[in-house]
């Protein structure tokens, strides 16, 4: 029961409970921006739940998840979109391109880049897509057209001062707006998201960060990283033929101890494991965006490296929980943009 609220929402950023999250679909999930890439690698063997909610308000997006397993999320944005972020409480060993991420981490993804994320089982995060033509607020200037990316820092810890407090404030309300949102009993009486109040939050809480907030990387969790960078590297040039231990070493420049040790230590599972799950996850978004018209099941595993069709259908179900075909026979016009709520 909700007791402490202020302007309608809760004081308390939202956790649901085990029973509220549900199956992830995650070839939904990796389509669920069209508007930039977005690819979700299950990192463990459990059945993927999630709670995923979504606002859309005209060019911007809102969404809220909570992650019931371990996953890699990689975001590529394109040239007129941004991306802010904000984790209410970071599962074990998540990371954003090695660097640890701790509760109340702050972040964005700016345009014409990549981030790449390894969020642990119950990690809550918000983050919202934005246009970069618009203006915002005291952040722009006469002949501004674009956000300047040096408001923001990549990664920063919002604890402290009355600044950090207000961002914090911010992202609690789009969360319980967003979940709120999805349950249609409230979504008629949800208020719209204030996005230049996120931007001039994010952007004055990033201009008052010091030294002592900005998140780093450990010296040697970077080089696990560019270890892990350089085998995955190899393996997408080569998936659609067999790959061994050996290959990946010597694209990686160390021996199998090493290889093992830095995939061990960023994913908690072994490169053979990751080998496996990376070809499930580029079969899911080549079959997502194929032309069923024009390509089969078959060709896209072979280009996958995935020949035992028989064991890559069980292996895809339990992955994805559905069969290649039923993804393939999805209609991308179907799935423009992002699903409504």
Known sequence: MLTSCKNGLPQVVPHLSAAALARCDLVALNRLFRIF?????????????????????GGSIACSTEYGFS????????????LLGYIHHAGENSWCQAV??????????????????????????????????????????PGMSKVDPHYFIKLFQSSGSTVFARLERTYQQIRWKVILQSDAMYEDLTEPVDFQNLIESHAAASLCASSENILSCPRSRRRHYLTVQRTEQFIRANLSRDIYVTEMCNAAEVS?????????????????????????????????????SRRSVKS??????????????????RAFGELPHD???????????????
Request: hydrophobic letters at 40%; charged letters at 25%.
């Open 300 to 317: 896209i595993a072979m280009n996958c490296g995935l020949r035992d069709l028989s064991r890559f259908a069980d292996n895809y179900r």
């Open 256 to 292: 199998e101890r090493a290889l093992r040790y830095a995939f061990d230590d960023l994913f908690g599972i072994s490169p053979i494991r990751y080998l496996a799950m990376l070809r499930l996850c580029v079969a899911s978004r080549k079959l997502s965006d194929a032309d069923g």
């Open 327 to 341: 993804t393939l026979l999805r209609s991308p016009s179907n799935d423009e943009n992002f699903p409504e709520n």
């Open 37 to 57: 890439r977005m690819e979700t690698l299950q990192l463990d063997s459990v059945t993927p739940k999630a709670f995923i909610g979504s606002m859309r308000q």
């Open 71 to 82: 996953v890699q999320v990689r975001f590529s944005m394109p040239p007129d979109q941004f």
């Open 100 to 141: 640890p991420l701790e509760s109340g981490t702050a972040f964005s993804v700016m345009p014409d880049r990549d981030a790449d994320f390894k969020f642990g089982a119950s990690t809550r995060i918000t983050h919202v897509l934005l246009p970069t033509c618009a203006q915002y607020g005291s952040m722009a200037k």
